[in-house]
C-alpha cells in the first residue's frame, strides 16, 4: 500500500474548471479518481497507468475531464472541465493493480477524499 495526499478541490460555479492532485509515496501501478455523491455508491471516474501515462475516462467524465500522471512526482492529476452540478460529489484518489479499473474494490490505497461543489 501507499499514502496517498489529495488537493485541490473546492466550489465553483457551472462551466468552470479544478485541477485535482493525488501524491503517492511510493509506486503504484495505476491511480484512479472515484467519486461519491450523498446517498450515491462511489463512481469510477479515471485511471491512469502510471509506467505510460495511458489514460481511462469514465463515462461520466468523457469529453471534459482529462487524466495525468507525473513519474518525477508520482502525482496523478484530473483536470476537470465544463463542470456541472452533477459534478458535486467528494472525490477520492486511489492505487492499486486493479484487473477492473473502474471496481474500486480493486485498489488498496486511498486518499481521504477531498469535496468537488458545482453551483447552477
Known amino acids: 500500500q501507499v499514502r496517498l495526499v489529495e488537493s485541490g478541490g473546492g466550489s465553483v460555479q457551472a462551466g468552470g474548471s479544478l485541477r485535482l492532485s493525488c501524491a503517492a509515496s511510493?509506486?503504484?501501478?495505476?491511480m484512479a479518481w472515484f467519486r461519491q455523491a450523498p446517498g450515491k455508491t462511489r463512481e469510477g471516474v479515471a485511471a491512469?497507468?502510471?509506467?505510460?501515462?495511458?489514460?481511462w475516462i469514465g463515462d461520466p467524465a468523457r469529453g471534459r475531464f482529462t487524466i495525468s500522471h507525473d513519474n518525477s512526482k508520482r502525482t496523478a492529476y484530473l483536470q476537470m472541465n465544463n463542470l456541472k452540478p452533477e459534478d458535486t460529489a467528494i472525490y477520492y484518489c486511489?492505487?492499486?493493480?486493479?484487473?477492473?479499473?473502474?471496481?474500486?474494490?480493486?485498489?488498496?490505497?486511498w486518499g481521504q477524499g477531498t469535496q468537488v461543489t458545482v453551483s447552477s
Open positions: 491512469v497507468y502510471t509506467a505510460d501515462g495511458s489514460p
Open positions: 486511489a492505487a492499486g493493480s486493479p484487473s477492473r479499473l473502474m471496481d474500486p474494490s480493486e485498489y488498496t490505497s
Open positions: 511510493g509506486y503504484t501501478a495505476y
